[in-house]
Nanobody, 121 residues
Framework: QVQLEESGGGLVQAGDSLRLSCAAS????????MGWFRQRPGKDREFVAS????????FYADSLKGRFTISRDSAAKTVYLQMNSLKPEDTAVYSC??????????????WGQGTQVTVSS
């Protein structure tokens, strides 16, 4: 079974940075993608960023590109999300996921429990 566990969330002030981590275990297809999604209060879940497990190709939500950076380790067992210049609007539960998709949540089959990121003004 595939298991994902996020870490690194917390309470920060506007302008601060955070680095989220997602550790994956289990049987994972090498062709699958690892991604980050978030759900802000009162809003639908939205795509943040993703990276291929068999390459270093990355994909970003247009509104977040430049502030957020996704990366992975060599074994593709851990994916990271570096978040810079955080804004209160970035407050959300951030979840990592694995699947054959690129940017659509419905195309990701395995999900972590999520980690809370809160950005104060």
């Amino acid at each position: 079974q595939v298991q994902l566990e996020e870490s690194g969330g917390g309470l920060v002030q506007a302008g601060d940075s955070l680095r989220l981590s997602c550790a994956a275990s289990g049987r994972i297809f090498s062709s699958h993608v690892m991604g980050w999604f978030r759900q802000r209060p009162g809003k639908d879940r939205e795509f943040v960023a993703s990276i291929r497990r068999n390459s270093f190709s990355t994909f970003y939500a247009d509104s977040l590109k430049g502030r957020f950076t996704i990366s992975r380790d060599s074994a593709a067992k851990t994916v990271y999300l570096q978040m810079n210049s955080l804004k209160p609007e970035d407050t959300a539960v951030y979840s990592c996921a694995i699947g054959p998709g690129l940017t659509e949540a419905r195309d990701f089959f395995h999900w972590g429990q999520g980690t809370q990121v809160t950005v104060s003004s």
